[in-house]
């Protein structure tokens, strides 16, 4: 078990997170006294967060309607000049 301190951990995080990925357990100390553990999630956990964070398909379908020059030059100009007004 690795055992780091947080300032090895600030300045060397993208080394550190590589062998956590890899499956390493890293222990996280302040001065050499651990009190934290880095380590990979399960798959399962994984899985779980990446099936929740898509989103359906249509989910909004027959919720609101598009006017038919929704994306019109003139639209996307009045739109362009909202933005731009604070400069």
């Known amino acids: 078990m690795l055992k780091i301190n947080i300032h090895e951990a600030k300045t060397q995080l993208s080394k550190y997170a590589k062998r956590v990925k890899a ?4 222990w ?3 001065r050499n006294k651990p ?3 880095i380590r990979p999630l399960a798959p399962d956990v994984i899985e779980a967060e990446a ?3 898509r989103r359906p398909l249509e989910i ?3 919720r609101f309607s ?5 994306d019109s030059p003139e639209t996307n100009e009045a739109i ?4 731009e007004k604070d400069k």
């Open 35 to 37: 009190f934290a553990e």
């Open 28 to 30: 996280l100390c302040e």
């Open 23 to 26: 499956g390493e357990t890293i």
């Open 51 to 53: 099936s929740e964070s």
């Open 66 to 70: 598009l006017p038919a020059d929704w």
């Open 80 to 83: 362009r000049k909202m933005f």
């Open 60 to 62: 909004d379908r027959g």
